[in-house]
């Protein structure tokens, strides 16, 4: 059974760090692409950030770009979003993903075939 | 960046009515790129549609997915009580990889 937790989330004050893991298990970690989607209270789903399986690509949406950071350890099927200088708009809860498609030189296109429960990270004073 | 627009907001229907939710993108989207998902509260999402048309391991057969383009349409023909919830599109045919607002079916 493929299973994906997520750890890391809290509350955190604005312009502090927080660094989220996913626990995989189930499925050969070290094939897939894995990403991070995020949802705001009450809104839709947003694209974060992916990595491809051996970290060759790497990609962020705008929103966050220069801010988090993902990462991944094969050896211990693990996925991990190290999020630094946050905002209040950074508020959601974070999902891990296993991707299902291709990265290239231009971006990783998947779609996402399992998700973890989530984890809230709240930024607020 | 690809926008997709999902429509309507909200559909209000009865258990057993057939449900009809359109998704359409600001460019076109080939069709093994555009999937649905559905949330229900305090889950997270679950991958329905694959490949516009597709359904995804254990997918009932009352939902089906069609379209090509820029308008594709995620239909379900006899709404179960298990079936009122938010419905996303996605596409992964153009980086960001972007998600429709969603439309949530709930019980009228």
């Known amino acids: 059974e493929v299973r994906l937790v997520e750890s890391g989330g809290g509350l955190v004050k604005p312009g502090g760090s927080l660094r989220l893991s996913c626990a995989a298990s189930?499925?050969?970690?070290?094939?897939?692409?894995m990403t991070w989607v995020r949802q705001a209270p009450g809104k839709g789903l947003e694209w974060v950030s992916s990595?491809?399986?051996?970290?060759?690509?790497?990609y962020y949406a705008g929103s966050v770009r220069g801010r988090f950071t993902i990462s991944r350890d094969n050896a211990k099927n693990s996925l991990y979003l190290q999020m630094n200088s946050l905002r209040a708009d950074d508020t959601a809860v974070y999902y891990c993903?296993?991707?299902?498609?291709?990265?290239?030189?231009?971006?990783?296109?998947?779609?996402?075939?399992?998700w973890g429960q989530g984890a809230l990270v709240t930024v607020s004073s | 960046e690809i926008v997709l627009t999902q429509s309507p907001g909200t559909l209000s229907l009865s258990p057993g009515e057939r449900a009809t939710l359109s998704c359409r993108a600001s460019?076109?989207?080939?069709?093994?790129?555009l999937v649905w998902y559905q949330q229900k509260p305090g889950q997270a999402p679950r991958l329905l549609i694959h490949?516009?048309?597709i359904r995804a391991t254990g997918t009932p057969d009352r939902f089906s997915g069609s379209g090509s383009g820029t308008d594709f349409t995620l239909t379900i023909s006899r709404l179960e009580p298990e079936d009122f919830a938010v419905y996303y599109c996605?596409?992964?045919?153009?980086?960001?990889?972007?998600f429709g607002g969603g439309t949530k079916v709930e019980i009228k």
């Open positions: 993903a296993r991707g299902r498609g291709y990265c290239s030189s231009t971006g990783c296109y998947s779609n996402f075939d399992y």
């Open positions: 189930g499925f050969t970690f070290g094939d897939y692409i």
């Open positions: 990595v491809s399986s051996r970290s060759y690509h790497i």
């Open positions: 460019q076109s989207v080939s069709s093994g790129y």
């Open positions: 490949d516009a048309s």
């Open positions: 996605q596409q992964y045919v153009n980086s960001p990889l972007t």
